[in-house]
């Protein structure tokens, strides 16, 4: 309480009002405001409402991004691996009244996702399981698209903002790692209103955007580790726009100094446990960032990273179709376009948007250790901001040259037929990518672990269930979470199973199995059991694939 009542009154102390400086430029410093508001809506009488034709648009826009990311949200992606165990159990701590700040398990990760997680689960009443993780992130890579527009009617105009919006909601690559249900989208949701309110402060010269700016900044290092790059990229756009305006530098650093302090108070209680902690705190940077021969790792993988967009993504098979572009063939296409004309024409602008794409991708690039981990479409998720402005700019002006020498209605007709074509292609590549392709892929390598988690629900005494671990099989805690008992790893090891002995019956064992060759059963843990219930009962629970099977093995009551 202290600390929040600390961020209101400071950020109360430096808050312009209109009437305290009259000679600001508050011309749309509440845009944001009037989307939630309908502050656009001119309401000429009683009787008579007008909307303007963008509102529409960009509500039919958000309905088409909101089909792309909640549809079928429970079975895409169907199944979890260990990440997610990990973070049920962080959100199972906060239940318990462990509220941290900094999340110590797996090497540590910052707090958002885990609290926005317990405020999820109240609200769809979906408890500690895995569709309360993917409902969340879904819904920050949802919030995300508004400040793509933003951002894209900052830089560009307002017609580039909303096909920004409108590619940024329908492309695999953002939708992926919104579903996958880890902490992926909160790198894009804090980047894009970080960079909307400074440039805008930059250009309105209002300081109240240089303390919003600063305060999604301080906000965005408490959401996933890669985002700390990101206050690179504002000294970056400060010194761009120094070299740019040189006789604005002392304007410049006034304000970057406000935005720096503004971070820093919200960061503050990070801060504290960094300093407590700092091994914690810096494990998952560098354990990927040291290594004895740095630079030419570091240039192959950002040669790797800039390939991510039109050539291959990568390996990560969780939260990408791996070995093909990151961007669809239009979107690609539109994306090399406008990166031509941007270096030919640079501006202020356009090489912030240049710099951007290049530093946002940099915590993938930095996987140094482990350049196989490189292009990671997660740890280069905030490039996807900029990247999707130039998409939107890129199609802008190509509708600007198609409609040149025509009248206006003409115009009209020649840029809707033209975005309704790409826009179908794109839409219909995407949808492929996301609910034929990454579904596949998934089905194929990640375990079974819910029809276990059926398996012990039935049997209704979790008690005297166990998982004998094999290797490189099922993580053994997640058919709990299946099974709604989010705290229990239901792992027993092979030479531990006499232990069982002495518990009373009925009890049921769950180990591996291979249907088509005993090969790759685990006949050891077979026989074990056999050994130790010679009355129990084995059954196969067939899955498919076929691989994906396991043996049950029931020892009845006397």
């Known amino acids: 309480m202290l600390w929040a009542a600390g961020i209101a009154f400071f950020v109360r102390a430096f808050w312009v009002r209109r009437a305290d400086n009259p000679n600001t430029d508050f011309t749309d410093s509440t845009d944001i405001h009037g989307f939630y508001l309908f502050k656009k809506i001119h ?48 959100v199972y701590d906060i239940t318990q009244g462990e509220t941290h700040i900094f999340f110590p398990r797996n090497t540590g990760r910052e707090a958002i996702q885990f609290y926005w997680t317990v405020l999820v689960a109240a609200i769809f009443q979906t ?12 819904l920050l890579g949802f919030f995300t698209l508004p400040f793509i527009y933003l951002l894209g009617k900052e830089i560009a105009t307002r017609r580039a903002g909303l096909l920004a919006m409108l590619f940024a909601g329908i492309v695999y690559w953002p939708n992926v790692i919104s579903r996958v249900g880890l902490r992926f989208p909160l790198y894009p949701l804090f980047v894009a209103p970080t960079f909307f309110f400074l440039l805008r402060g930059i250009r309105t010269r209002n300081r109240n955007d240089f303390i919003l700016s600063g305060m999604f900044l301080g906000i965005g290092l408490h959401g996933y580790t890669p985002f700390r790059i990101v ?6 756009t ?32 990070l801060l504290r446990y960094a300093i407590s902690h700092p091994n914690e705190f810096l494990n998952r940077t560098t354990s990927r960032v040291i290594v004895e021969q740095p630079v030419p790792i570091f240039f192959s993988n950002l040669g790797n990273g800039l390939l991510m967009f039109n050539v291959n993504d990568g390996n990560i098979f969780v939260n990408s179709v791996v070995h093909r572009p990151a961007l669809d063939v239009v979107t690609g296409a539109l994306f090399l376009l406008g990166l031509i004309l941007l270096i030919t024409r640079r501006r202020f602008l356009d090489l912030w948007l240049v ?105 209704g005494q979790p008690e005297s269930i166990w998982i004998v671990p094999y290797a490189d099989w099922v993580d053994t805690r997640l058919p709990g979470v ?62 498919n694939p076929w691989w994906q099977s396991f043996w049950v093995y029931f020892v009845p009551a006397e």
């Open 43 to 90: 309401v000429q009488s009683v009787r008579a409402i007008r909307i303007p034709k963008w509102f529409v648009v960009f509500t039919a826009i958000l309905l088409i991004a909101a089909f792309f990311r909640f549809h079928r949200l429970d079975a895409i992606p169907a199944e979890p691996f260990s990440d997610h165990a990990e973070k049920i159990l962080d």
């Open 127 to 138: 408890g500690l399981s895995f569709q309360s993780l993917k409902i969340g992130t879904a």
């Open 231 to 236: 206050y690179l990229l504002v000294l970056l």
């Open 238 to 269: 400060f010194l761009f726009y120094v070299l740019h305006s040189l006789r604005n530098t002392q304007y410049a650093i006034r304000n970057l100094i406000l935005l720096s302090i503004t971070a820093l108070i919200i960061f503050l209680p």
């Open 355 to 459: 710099t951007a794409i290049v530093t946002l991708i940099l915590p993938s690039v930095l996987s140094l250790a482990y350049p196989d981990e490189n292009p990671a479409l997660n740890r280069a998720a905030g490039a996807l901001v900029p990247v999707f402005v130039l998409v939107g700019m890129t199609l802008d002006g190509l509708l600007t040259a198609l409609g040149s020498g025509l009248n206006r209605n003409g115009q009209r007709l020649i840029a809707a037929g033209f975005v309704v074509i790409l826009f179908a292609a794109s839409a219909i590549q995407n949808f492929d990518l996301v609910f034929r392709q990454y579904n596949e892929q998934v089905q194929r390598v990640i375990w079974r672990t819910s029809e276990m988690g059926a398996v012990i629900a039935e049997f």
């Open 482 to 543: 299946w099974a709604g008992i989010p705290n229990r790893d239901f792992a027993m090891r092979r030479e531990d199973l006499a232990s069982t002995l002495q518990l009373p019956v009925p009890k049921l064992f769950i180990f591996k199995a291979s249907p088509l060759s005993a090969d790759f059963d685990d006949t050891e843990t077979l026989a074990e059991l056999q050994r130790l219930y010679p009355r129990g009962e084995l059954t196969l629970h067939e899955s």
